[in-house]
């Protein structure tokens, strides 16, 4: 019903930037809370990021001052922006939505997207 599309992962250096991009379909985007989680091989996913229907946003303590999340509604899209990038930040990043308010849990997420992959060299 809902589908995320991710882009703008790639290949970056230590202290390098990406912006992330998660376009949702649908008329209902402004009613959802919307989250940025991240994967490594062989780890638990784990909560990155997540803005309410209002707004209001709240960040993992790994990320928090590096990276921010925003969202346009004209666009129906999610951003995240990573900044002062870092190898532990190498994983592949999902965007997710929910009705009622923001969560940092994983299975409390409705929808997802396919990933988009960022690598950090150092």
Do not use: H
């Not at 882009?7 to 376009?23: E, I």
């Not at 803005?51 to 346009?72: L, P």
């Amino acid at each position: 019903q809902v589908q995320l599309v991710e882009s703008g992962g790639g290949l970056v250096q230590t202290g390098g930037s990406l912006r992330l991009s998660c376009a949702a379909s649908g008329r209902t985007f402004s009613g959802y809370s919307m989250g940025w989680f991240r994967q490594a091989p062989g780890k638990e996913r784990e909560f990155v990021a997540v803005i309410s229907q209002g707004g209001s946003t709240y960040y993992s303590d790994s990320v928090k001052g590096r990276f921010t999340i925003s969202r346009d509604y004209s666009k129906n899209t999610v951003y995240l922006q990573m900044n002062s990038l870092k190898p532990e930040d190498t994983a592949a990043y999902y965007c997710a939505a929910r009705t009622g308010w923001g969560q940092i849990n994983s299975e409390k997420y409705d929808y997802w997207g396919q990933g988009t992959q960022v690598t950090v060299s150092s």
